[in-house]
Nanobody, 124 residues
């Protein structure tokens, strides 16, 4: 198995939109969830949204609820994060990760396969 691979980051103006992608074709077949996370310099990594793979159920953290939407294309082994009405505070390195979680919403520690991240910069 290989780690997830994120793509789609870049620079966008405040109020704009951006879609991130995560290729998960090489992840462990035992994984039951995919999560999106972000981290800014000097700050803790925070969860954004989690997807339960089998049925596509999602849980959104309050910081992005109503603005970000997660989805998956199982046949293509891809997951996505659609970001709308972005704000300067959304500037961060965005990561996707997979794991076999035992709680819902899951804990960050339950994700054990992490991508290298893709940078999102929101200008004012």
């Amino acid at each position: 198995q290989v780690a997830p691979v994120e793509s789609g980051g870049g620079s966008v103006e405040a109020g704009g939109s951006l879609t991130l992608s995560c290729a998960v074709s090489g992840v462990s077949t035992s994984a039951n969830a995919v999560g999106w996370f972000r981290q800014s310099p000097g700050k803790e990594r925070e969860g954004i949204v989690y997807i339960y793979i089998s049925h596509g159920g999602t849980y959104y953290e309050d910081s992005v609820k109503g603005r970000f939407t997660a989805s998956q294309d199982k046949s293509a082994y891809m997951v996505y994060l659609r970001m709308i009405n972005v704000k300067p505070d959304d500037t961060a390195m965005y990561y996707c990760a997979t794991g076999r979680v035992r709680t819902w919403p899951p804990e960050v520690s339950e994700f054990d396969s992490w991508g290298q991240g893709t940078q999102v910069t929101v200008s004012s």
